[in-house]
């Protein structure tokens, strides 16, 4: 067996056993032999047939597809952007989720269940749309990746100001949706994000070389027979795509894009396939158990997703920059 | 015109033109490229060395004038098709992740893969073969970044011979590298046997390594034809703007070129009379080229 089949096959154990132990954390005491009956077999009680199957279960699976997702969407941010600050928040598609959150918020009250998600994915769609309309302009990476950042400004002084006329509790509301949260979700979100990181993945190994291509320069790449635009245009599309649907679902969940990559290329590998598949299973792991910090930190209550990772991430981009200037 | 005109051509330039905001890039260019031939682009600065090759590539838009490859128009190809036909070693590159040895060879295999077709044996054995053609299978898992510029361009090089293209383009291979370094490489090209087009900067490695020059100026063609007939003092007087000395080289037999500030009056000499004196300075100009301590590029 090759070394990297055997790396992947212990993450991909790693991201199973950390999956099977994040169902034993919850308020409700529930032994792990009555998980195992419960999944394999007969639920003591139907209480906790409705807590496993209705609230944790879906809670892990959307973890593990989100962290997947968020940790993919970076991966093929960076390497097509030859930039290793690439994010999809940097892309402003964050902010175009916060706005059409903000937006369905404040103007339907408390019809929200789908038209939370369903407009926040449009508004991630709505802020793609404005950068890749500039970068057509453009056609510079780092330029596009600016692009991003002044549409994310944009969008988010948008969002303030509507929040600022706007009531009270809906304001309220959609902060907390801001700092993300798995406390919402349901097995058909699940299947959702799944679909989306299904067809997202076939397209990436499709174009893997391409994007390869893409980290020696464009020069490089344009003379090994890649169209760079085009290719760079469709991945943000499909960066997009990935990242509006989790935060749609999840709210807003930074840095895992940022820091997972980041861990995956200095133990596996900068190329495109190994770079998606090790970032798959530690953004899944990651997220797995951030969820369970942001459960069990604080009892009767749940600290928001975004405010784990975000601490995580900057201290983890301190030792970066600490480590760097003692090299 | 090329003294060669009997073989057949692989690529043929007619009337090439491009320009930018009204002004020539290039201007009405016309060569022809055998297969085989080493060619050797050369100028001076914004001469329109690079622009060249980058129109040959099919990688400029807005052009005039026709590029045809095997008898086909260049715009008729897929991207794909040419990247299978030809191989570019551009300048240093330096990316900004830290990819292997074996990650940038492995590129060279792109144009031959389909969308899904992952890595074989055989594909890592293609790799394999290729550094050691190149003499680098030692580093194959090092990091591209930390190599030398000189072992950059032969990594580069090897990831041309993946391609398996017909002709090999190179844009300045010397650049960046010490005299040591600067014959390696065009020795390494030398034996490839493939076509190979190149721009150069040093007129003496051009005039020893190619079989035929192409002198531009301005973004016109000055003269085409083998180096002992385009590195007269004439024709780089006039585009350089220097005073040009020109001999031939007691060991290789190529034509030698050296450069003097002012320019006076260009002279051909031989190995047999004395250079003509042009001033103080430029005698240890000239003394230093002939040692070997200053190329002609960076004395201008």
Not at chain 1, 32 to 57: A, D, H, Y
Not at chain 1, 208 to 222: M, N, P, T
Not at chain 2, 86 to 96: D, E, G, L, Y
Request: a positive charge; one cysteine or more; aromatic letters at 8%.
């Amino acid at each position: 067996m090759r070394k990297s089949s055997l790396i992947y096959l212990i993450l991909a154990l790693l991201t199973l056993i950390s999956a099977a132990l994040a169902l034993t954390f919850g308020p409700a005491k529930i032994s792990s032999q009555q998980i195992i009956e419960c999944i394999f077999g007969i639920c003591s009680t139907p209480v906790n047939e409705m807590i496993i199957w209705q609230v944790r279960i879906p809670r892990v699976l959307v973890g593990l597809v989100a962290g997947m997702g968020l940790a993919i969407a970076g991966a093929i941010l960076q390497n097509t952007t030859r930039n290793p600050l690439a994010d999809p928040y940097v892309f402003g598609i964050v902010s175009g989720a916060a706005l059409g959150a903000t937006i369905a918020t404040i103007t339907l009250g408390n019809q929200l269940t789908v038209a939370l998600p369903l407009a926040a994915f449009l508004g991630a769609l709505f802020s793609v749309f404005i950068v890749v309309a500039i970068s057509t302009a453009l056609k510079n990476p780092e330029q596009l990746l600016l692009a991003g950042v002044a549409v994310s400004f944009m969008l988010t002084a948008i969002s303030q100001f509507i929040l600022y006329l706007g009531e009270p509790f809906a304001t309220n509301r959609v902060l907390f949706w801001l700092m993300g949260s798995l406390a919402r979700v349901e097995m058909s979100n699940f299947y959702v994000i799944s679909g989306v990181l299904f067809i997202s993945l076939l397209v990436v190994t499709a174009y893997h070389r391409q994007i390869d291509a893409l980290l020696l320069g464009d020069e490089s790449a344009k003379s090994l027979g890649v169209n760079v635009n085009k290719l760079r245009l469709l991945m943000l599309a499909i960066c997009a795509a990935i990242t509006a649907t989790v935060v749609a679902y999840c709210g807003g969940i930074g840095f895992v894009g940022l820091m997972i990559p980041h861990i995956v290329r200095q133990f596996i590998g900068v190329t495109t396939l190994p770079l998606i598949i090790g970032s798959s299973f530690v953004g899944a792991s990651f997220l797995v158990w951030v969820d369970v910090g942001a459960r069990s930190a604080i009892e009767s209550a749940e600290v928001p997703l975004g405010i784990i990772t975000s601490a995580i991430g900057s201290i983890f981009f301190i030792a970066i920059m600490l480590r760097a200037k003692t090299k | 015109m090329s003294s060669s005109a009997n073989q057949s051509s692989l690529i043929k330039v007619e009337n090439l033109s491009w320009q930018v905001n009204d002004k020539n890039i290039l201007e009405k260019i016309s060569f022809n490229v055998k297969k085989g031939e080493v060619i050797g682009i050369i100028g001076p600065n914004g001469a329109g060395k690079t622009s060249l090759l980058r129109c040959l590539l099919n990688h400029q838009n807005n052009t005039t004038g026709n590029i045809y490859f095997k008898n086909k128009s260049i715009t008729q190809y897929s991207a794909k098709q040419i990247a299978k036909s030809f191989a570019v070693v551009a300048q240093k590159s330096t990316p900004i992740f830290a990819l292997s040895v074996f990650d940038v060879v492995r590129m060279g295999l792109l144009p031959h893969k389909g969308m899904f077709t992952l890595d074989s044996d055989y594909d890592r054995h293609q790799v394999e073969i290729s550094l050691e053609r190149v003499g680098l299978s030692s580093l194959i898992n090092e990091q591209f970044n930390v190599l030398s510029g000189g072992e950059q361009q032969r990594v580069l090089i090897a990831r041309a011979l993946v391609q398996k293209a017909e002709v090999l383009f190179l844009d300045e291979p010397t650049n960046h590298l010490d005299v040591y370094y600067q014959h390696q490489i065009l020795q390494l090209v030398q034996s490839l046997n493939i076509t190979v087009v190149m721009t150069v900067h040093d007129l003496n490695l051009a005039g020893h390594y190619c079989q035929r020059l192409l002198l531009l100026n301005n973004g016109s063609l000055v003269c085409d034809n083998n180096p002992d007939q385009v590195l007269t003092s004439q024709h780089l007087t006039d585009v350089f703007n220097l005073t040009c000395h020109r001999d031939q080289d007691p060991i290789t037999k190529s034509p030698r070129v050296s450069f003097s500030l002012n320019k006076h009056s260009a002279a051909d000499t031989n190995l047999n009379k004395s250079a003509p004196a042009s001033g103080h300075i430029n005698q240890h100009l000239l003394q230093d080229v002939h040692q070997g301590n200053r190329t002609p590029s960076n004395i201008s």
